[in-house]
Nanobody
Framework: VQLQASGGGLVQTGGSLRLSCAAS????????MGWYRQAPGNGRELVAR???????NYADSVKGRFTISRDNAKNTVYLQMNRLQPEDTAVYYC????????WGQGTLVTVSS
């Protein structure tokens, strides 16, 4: 199983980024997919999740700013991040739940003030 995350980078406060995570080795269409993040000195926290049926949930801190989506034809999950704030700075990890949890390698998002 591979989860290849991309799209991180450096952005100014108020800017946008779109993360992508391409999955292989799982049956993507029946997998629940999510994005987590870990800031320096903090634990890993859920940012957003999209279930196989399309239901989404979000952390309170990102509601209204981030949107998770999936393309089952491309085995890819996305995280559109708008109005980024310095507190969004973290390593973002893609997660897949298919019989068990799988994790990608992480992509760094840095928001400068």
């Amino acid at each position: 199983v591979q989860l290849q995350a991309s799209g991180g980078g450096l952005v100014q406060t108020g800017g946008s980024l779109r993360l992508s995570c391409a999955a292989s080795g799982i049956i993507f269409s029946i997998s629940d997919m999510g994005w987590y993040r870990q800031a320096p000195g903090n634990g890993r926290e859920l940012v957003a999740r999209i279930f196989s049926g399309g239901v989404r949930n979000y952390a309170d801190s990102v509601k209204g700013r981030f949107t998770i989506s999936r393309d089952n034809a491309k085995n890819t999950v996305y995280l559109q991040m708008n109005r980024l704030q310095p507190e969004d700075t973290a390593v973002y990890y893609c997660n897949a739940l298919f019989r068990r949890d799988y994790w990608g390698q992480g992509t760094l998002v840095t928001v400068s003030s």
